[in-house]
């Protein structure tokens, strides 16, 4: 019961953070889910295609490094992933529509079909406010520490959520959760983990003392 109470207590403070966020014209390019949440506990329509989907760490530095490319290529579809990795969970996730810029892939993890991810990933990116873009990154899916230098090393603004603790990198925020495992494990079911980070200040800048109350996790909707 007290693990239970802890844990939702962390998640109300993650509502809490996320709804004191005054901006509603950002757009988060994320790696994986875990870039949704904002959008969800806001109510906000996703102004960005990369929700409900994820890269693997190779793809996606090189879509955020050359954005503006990979968003001007025609979204297609192929049957299987280039990585061995995702096999498993491209079976066990019903064979999800895996589709393909250029020579980036993309896991729709969370779409039925082809047709549902390319009608929503089109109305999406048109939504992309690109004087506002933030870069969210996780340390999972083949991600190395080379790829979390680059990543790093974007301009713009950018957070990178990992389990290790890396100083030298400035975009990277450790999670304490996954300390001493080889990456962070799914931080949008277990957002939970996530309640130490200050989601004003990356989308506002500081943080204001006149920010909303929270709202109870189980009265929110998710966006289109």
């Known amino acids: 019961m007290i693990k239970k109470l802890i844990k939702w207590t962390k998640k109300a403070a993650v509502v809490h953070q996320i709804r004191g966020i005054k901006s509603r014209d950002f757009s988060i390019i994320a790696s994986n889910c875990t870039g949704t949440m904002p959008y969800r506990f806001l109510k906000m329509p996703y102004l960005s295609p990369t929700v409900n989907l994820f890269f693997h760490a190779p793809c996606y530095i ?12 025609e979204l297609r579809f192929v049957s299987a992933s280039k990585y061995p990795e995702a096999h498993d969970t491209h079976t066990k996730f019903n064979h999800y529509p895996i589709g393909v810029l250029d020579d980036v892939e993309i896991h729709f993890m969370h779409y039925d079909c082809e047709d549902d991810a390319l009608e929503k990933w089109n109305r999406r990116k048109k939504r992309i406010n690109r004087d506002n873009l933030i870069f969210a990154f996780t340390d999972r899916d083949l991600c190395t520490p080379e790829l979390m230098q680059q990543f790093d090393n974007l301009p713009g603004r950018k957070i990178l959520l990992t389990a290790h603790i890396c100083p030298w990198l400035e975009s990277a925020v450790h999670i304490p959760a996954y300390r001493g495992q080889s990456e962070m494990g799914d931080g949008y079911t277990n957002f939970h983990t996530l309640a130490h980070i200050d989601y004003r200040a990356l989308v506002d800048g500081p943080a204001t003392s006149d920010a909303p109350e929270a709202t109870p996790v189980s009265s929110l909707s998710t966006p289109v």
């Open 62 to 73: 090189k879509f955020a490094s050359r954005l503006d490319h990979y968003l001007s290529q």
